[in-house]
């Protein structure tokens, strides 16, 4: 039996929900830490498990180039390699070949490119995508697709649309099931609400475990994603796990769960970590604004992480000034925090039948000294 998707209760279009895998429960709506290169960047596994967190995600295009799909399989899957015992998504590898390699050249079976790293020449089509995400040995395996560019006409995201489906297709045959374990097909069909339905319709009719949501989160701003999160999700199957890719800010999972999205990653939190970007209960603040470099108070009260049950604001600002790592680790390890709060919050809500009211609190909270991003 593959993974499972019980319900335990819905708020309008909001869900509480609990995913079984091979690796343990995920309880949802869900953030996913991004460990692009089978780490979550500058924190320890034990950190990110501190947080809460029950699932992170693996890149496939860096984890292929560099050690190998292969090699992480010799040496035990990317949970014993990475110590993270716990549900694994990998993506398809598609979206960074588009973004990140050189010289790539597509065709209707996959795409050939040449690495960022070292120019060596590799090949990426659904078959292969879905045998290195086995290799790896990801909980949750993502169908290769196109993440059709934005903007795109309606041409052109209908051709992108139909090569993508065909890959889901195929990427639904090269899947080898496995008990607890399962295979997420991705919408695509940009800002068309024809032919988002066409893709939700026809992923459905080929089957899959959990259903993602591609190609937002590129440029089209919250608004334009909310619209066609509107007009897509009542097109996904009820009783299967709903995946909104690359997002987001708070705000935009407050959003995206009120409209019935269940799962979500970004490097968002991370990345700020790293940066000196704060995500907190009152906002968004850069911890190298001089305002903090006498600030004997935690960054964010509400939070127990140990950047804020053992440190200051003064502290973490003269970090970023001295450019010290603790750092990026310790706002990493705060950022990370945050985001699981929120979704527990969240889901909490949602069992309380009270999101609306929540999320109202949430934005009052941010509302009170947020800085311009
Ligand atoms: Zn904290």
Redesign the pocket.
Known sequence: MSLTFDLQATDGAARAGTIQTAHGAIQTPVFMPVGTAGTVKAMTADAVRSTGASIVLGNTYHLMLRPGAERVARLGGLHKFMDWPGPILTDSGGFQVMSLSKLRKMDKDGVTFQSHLDGASHRLTPARSIEIQHLLDATITMALDECTPFPATHDQARISTTLSMDWARRSKDAFIPRPGYGLFGIVQGSIYPDLREQSAAALTEIGFEGYAIGGLAVGEGQAEMFKVLDFTVPHLPAGRPRYLMGVGTPDDLIGAVSRGVDMFDCVMPTRAGRTARAYTSKGVFNLRNARFADDAA???PA???P???RHTAAYLHHLFKAEEMLGPMLLT??NI??YQSLMRGLRDAVLAGRLDAHAAELRAGWASTEEPA
Do not use: E, G
């Open positions: 935690p960054i964010d939070c127990d992480c950047a804020c049950s390890w705060h925090a945050y």
